[in-house]
């Protein structure tokens, strides 16, 4: 199975800044994807991401709020360009795993004050 | 379109006793079934799942789930429950007919298990 490096852990971030939250799988997979989670609530996915192509957005989430890139096929990153306290939330990234299903990064903390 | 519904925000449980976490799904063809566990702080971590075969499941830390087709249920069971157990529990349904490679996730279930 997977196994996903997820960084920072956690962040207190000022309002109008932005964060960069990076993933790291340790084998190639074809699509990845980003979720956003409220504390206690379920999964919101935010984008899929296909290594070469651009990401492909959900609704509600548009790039410039949420870039992410994925220059090779085991890592990506998202960013949060522009936080408000109303980003405050877990993000979260996953990757389809043949074995399991779906394996999940240990999630960000994100706080924006 | 495919969906979950949990039901129950929160399951109470005596430790010991067995516990039901309950699930039902909505797809245009066959079902993938999914449990995952959510600690505090922590990511989500798998339990089972259902792809073909067997209607009863075996997955991690003692847990299992029936697959009812007839009622579109995939409720998640434990014979004894444990204080550890306690968590957020969350089913995700996805598509197998070739549709859309994206689980759609429940709302999430807390699960308490009192000593």
């Known amino acids: 199975s997977a196994v996903i490096s997820q960084k920072p852990s956690r962040d207190i971030c000022q309002r109008g800044t932005s964060l960069t939250i990076q993933c790291q799988v340790d084998?190639?997979?074809?699509?990845m994807f980003w979720y956003r989670q409220q504390p206690g609530q379920s999964l919101t996915l935010i984008a899929t991401?296909?290594?070469?192509?651009?990401?492909?957005?959900e609704s509600g989430f548009v790039i410039d709020k949420f870039p992410i890139s994925r220059p090779n096929l085991t890592f990506s990153t998202l960013t949060v360009s522009n936080m408000s306290p109303e980003d405050s939330s877990i993000y979260l990234c996953?990757?389809?795993?043949?074995?399991?299903?779906?394996?999940f990064g240990s999630g960000t903390r994100l706080t924006v004050v | 379109a495919q969906s979950v519904a949990q039901p129950e925000d929160q399951v109470n449980v005596a430790e010991g006793n067995p516990l039901t976490v309950k699930c039902t799904y909505s797809?245009?063809?066959?079902?993938?079934l999914f449990w995952y566990v959510q600690y505090p702080n922590r990511g989500l971590q798998f339990l089972l799942k259902?792809?073909?075969?067997?209607?009863l499941v075996k997955g991690s830390y003692g847990f299992e789930a029936e697959f009812n087709k007839s009622q579109t249920s995939f409720h998640l069971k434990k014979p004894s429950a444990l204080v550890s157990d306690s968590a957020l529990y969350f089913c995700?349904?996805?598509?197998?007919?070739?549709?859309?490679?994206?689980?759609?996730f429940g709302r999430g279930t807390s699960l308490i298990v009192h000593p």
């Open positions: 084998s190639q997979v074809t699509m």
């Open positions: 996953s990757v389809e795993d043949e074995g399991l299903g779906y394996t």
């Open positions: 995700a349904v996805r598509d197998a007919s070739g549709g859309s490679y994206i689980p759609t």
């Open positions: 259902y792809i073909t075969g067997d209607n």
């Open positions: 991401a296909n290594q070469g192509s651009e990401a492909t957005y």
């Open positions: 797809v245009s063809g066959n079902p993938y």
